[in-house]
């Protein structure tokens, strides 16, 4: 028996929400300097690494939502924390949103979209999901080591405790 692939997206989107939230509020308690402190990691800071998080997810969404020729390079990076977490928030709801709109057939269908490099692709919706939540949880796990190079603890984001806070 197949699983419902979007059951498994939804949850997938819910766990996204959850998990940027988490590590979203462990930068609002980390002093600034820390926030801004160059990590020597794959982005900058940890400030700079969430922000490619969210960026992320938003040229994604931004192409699923037709904006075919949506590119990373082209999304605005929220000045400050305030912002960003202003900003995630109606982001996380659209994917949401988004994910509920979907019937079955729709996770199969396939999305066209142009690299930075103008290449044309195709992937299936649901393969689109579950690589926006894997890339965020890829760079949560470097914004989680940079937090304890700053001297925090990290609450943990894996998805088996979101299973089992669910």
């Keep these: 028996m197949q699983p419902d692939i979007g059951a ?4 997938h989107l819910e766990f996204m929400k ?13 002093p600034h300097e820390h926030l801004v402190q160059d990590r020597s990691s794959s982005f900058k800071s940890l400030f700079d690494t969430l922000t490619h998080v969210y960026r992320g997810e938003l040229v994604w969404f931004r192409r699923v939502q037709g904006e075919q ?3 990373l390079a082209d999304m605005d990076s929220p000045p400050d924390l305030g912002s960003l977490g202003q900003r995630w ?4 709801q659209g994917w949401i949103e988004w994910a509920r709109s979907h019937t079955p057939e729709n996770w199969q269908q396939p999305l066209i979209f142009h690299t930075a490099q103008g290449e044309e ?3 299936p919706f649901w393969q ?3 690589h926006v939540v894997n890339h965020g949880s890829y760079h949560r796990g470097q914004v989680a ?3 304890r190079q700053a001297g925090a603890k990290p609450t943990g984001t894996d998805l088996l405790t979101f299973y089992r806070t669910r």
Excluded: E, F, P
Excluded at 89 to 92: Q, R
């Design 121 to 123: 692709c195709r992937l």
């Design 145 to 147: 080591t940079m937090l």
């Design 89 to 92: 928030t109606g982001l996380h």
């Design 8 to 11: 498994v997206c939804r949850s």
């Design 69 to 71: 020729d949506a590119k």
């Design 18 to 30: 959850w998990a940027d939230n988490i590590a979203y509020s462990a930068l609002t308690q980390t």
């Design 128 to 130: 689109i999901a579950l």
